[in-house]
Antibody
Framework: EVQLVQSGAEVKKPGESLRISCKGSGYSFTSYWISWVRQMPGKGLEWMGRIDPSDSYTNYSPSFQGHVTISADKSISTAYLQWSSLKASDTAMYYC???????????WGQGTLVTVSS | EIVMTQSPATLSVSPGERATLSCRASQSVSSNLAWYQQKPGQAPRLLIYGASTRATGIPARFSGSGSGTEFTLTISSLQSEDFAVYYCQQYNNWWTFGQGTKLEIK
């Protein structure tokens, strides 16, 4: 079974750094891009960026470029999303998703809730 | 950026009835359109890709149609488990999502 399992919920203070993870299993991790998607409380879905785990090449949405960093460690089939200095406005649920060869998202990870509050 | 607009924002339908959800793209996305279902507290789940192809395991009561800028998701006979939020997504030019349609029980 193809699965993406994300790390657990985080509570952080403004200015702190954070890295969340997404571990793939049941398939060749380096054969499919991974995307990250943000969902702010009560809101819709926003594509943040993607990574090719085979060489760590990335693309970012202009809305998120410079605010987050996407990386991957293919040796442990894990992709990451990280912030160097969190803001309250980063409070959201974050999902990873595998990009199909046709470019739709399937499957999705279960989500990681990030709460940033002083 | 391609803007995706879904209508209506909320749709109230009785179980057993048909639901029709719409999605419009600000420019042509060909057939590069997917639909996702999201239930409270859960991740989105792929329903339809290529505008009209059901994903693995998706019941036949779900169908998608359209191309270019106008798309429709139809659920032929609503079951209790179908009440959720539905998102369309274009993947013709990067990725953007509609704002969602909440399908609620009438």
């Amino acid at each position: 079974e193809v699965q993406l399992v994300q790390s657990g919920a985080e509570v952080k203070k403004p200015g702190e750094s954070l890295r969340i993870s997404c571990k793939g299993s049941g398939y060749s991790f380096t054969s499919y891009w991974i995307s990250w998607v943000r969902q702010m409380p009560g809101k819709g879905l926003e594509w943040m960026g993607r990574i090719d785990p085979s060489d760590s090449y990335t693309n970012y949405s202009p809305s998120f470029q410079g605010h987050v960093t996407i990386s991957a460690d293919k040796s442990i089939s894990t992709a990451y999303l990280q912030w160097s200095s969190l803001k309250a406005s980063d409070t959201a649920m974050y999902y990873c998703a595998r990009l199909s060869p046709g470019d739709w998202f399937d499957p999705w990870g279960q989500g990681t809730l990030v709460t940033v509050s002083s | 950026e391609i803007v995706m607009t879904q209508s209506p924002a909320t749709l109230s339908v009785s179980p057993g009835e048909r639901a029709t959800l719409s999605c419009r793209a600000s420019q042509s996305v060909s057939s590069n359109l997917a639909w996702y279902q999201q239930k409270p507290g859960q991740a989105p789940r792929l329903l339809i890709y290529g505008a009209s192809t059901r994903a693995t395991g998706i019941p036949a009561r779900f169908s998608g149609s359209g191309s270019g800028t106008e798309f429709t998701l139809t659920i032929s006979s609503l079951q209790s488990e179908d009440f959720a939020v539905y998102y369309c997504q274009q993947y013709n030019n990067w990725w953007t999502f509609g704002q969602g349609t909440k399908l609620e029980i009438k």
